[in-house]
């Protein structure tokens, strides 16, 4: 069983900063990739970023120059450093994490979610 824990949301001011973490735990031997989704209120999931085992990141548009992923392999965490936030980048962040179980199969497991909003 797998497990995703995230920390680090809350309420900012337009121009603020916040840093999401998700840990994963359980029984994980390898993770292929791990990122982050967000879903704002009546509006679908949507990728934000994410990042392979070997530091590849992929970003949204919406959110380029302005969030920055990384992971720590080590402690199967990644992290969601956001800077420049705008009120539209309030939403519930998702994290989840692909894990290995076979040479060709992997898992998806997601995060509880994590509520950022942005606010003056």
């Known amino acids: 069983q797998v497990q995703l824990v995230e920390s680090g949301g809350g309420l900012v001011q337009p121009g603020g900063s916040l840093r999401l973490s998700c840990a994963a735990s359980?029984?994980?031997?390898?993770?292929?990739?791990m990122g982050w989704y967000r879903q704002a209120p009546g509006k679908e999931r949507d990728l934000v970023a994410t990042?392979?085992?070997?530091?590849?990141?992929n970003y949204a548009d919406s959110v380029k120059g302005r969030f920055t992923i990384s992971r720590d392999n080590a402690k199967n965490t990644v992290y969601l450093q956001m800077n420049s936030l705008k009120p539209e980048d309030t939403a519930v962040y998702y994290c989840?994490?692909?894990?290995?179980?076979?040479?060709?199969?992997?898992?998806?497991?997601w995060g509880q979610g994590a509520q950022v909003t942005v606010s003056s």
């Open positions: 989840y994490a692909e894990v290995i179980q076979t040479l060709t199969v992997f898992t998806t497991h």
């Open positions: 990042i392979t085992n070997r530091g590849t990141t």
């Open positions: 359980g029984s994980i031997a390898s993770i292929r990739a």
